[in-house]
């Protein structure tokens, strides 16, 4: 399909269920298999991101860019400079990347949670949307939607967990969890 027939939206995949980042490369792996040029952000992923980290280049088209300090932020409190330093020049790189009109589809993983966190604010990603050209597909995933986000974006999925084996003692598995 030409790049003027395609109209991207703005899809975010948020709650407190497993399987937002998960939904987001689905979509990914799908695109990749039609020749979509496609860029994965990275916003604030701790270490056990590597799975998708290596897999994800070597897909046809897809790009990857890894930012953070490698490690999970619990709250505010821990967040250090460095780490919103790491959030904005992820920002950056996504704002370069989407008004370039060089990608199909940007996925910019966890960014809600940098919103949450008070590492970037919902207006700077908001700013991302309005200037997103017309074509470009972005996904923004993440608990903790900003509603003001989930009020513009054209799909909202909430992920609900209902059961999940954690609740049971069982850790997060490597290669299925992360």
Do not use: C
Not at 27 to 56: D, M, N, Q, W, Y
Not at 153 to 171: N, R
């Amino acid at each position: 399909m030409a790049e003027s027939e395609r109209t991207g939206l703005v899809q975010v995949f948020t709650g407190d269920g497993k399987g937002k980042t998960t939904a987001a490369l689905g979509t990914v792996l799908r695109a990749a298999g039609h020749g979509f040029k496609i860029l994965v952000i990275f916003f604030i992923k701790g270490e056990s991101s590597e799975g998708e980290f290596k897999t994800l280049p070597t897909l046809p088209g897809v790009e990857v860019a890894k930012f953070g300090m490698h490690k999970w932020i619990r709250d505010t409190s821990n967040v250090s400079p460095e780490e919103r330093a790491e959030a904005a020049a992820a920002l950056a790189a996504a704002h370069k990347a989407i008004t370039s009109g060089k990608y199909d589809i940007v996925v910019l993983d966890e960014i809600n949670m940098a919103v949450y966190f008070k590492l970037i604010t919902a207006d700077d990603v908001i700013r991302l949307i309005k200037d997103k050209p017309a074509h470009t597909e972005l996904i923004l995933t993440g608990r903790r939607a900003d509603i003001r986000i989930i009020e513009i974006a054209d799909l909202v999925t909430e992920m609900k967990s209902v059961k999940h084996p954690y609740e049971k003692g069982i850790k997060a598995r490597e290669g299925i969890e992360y």
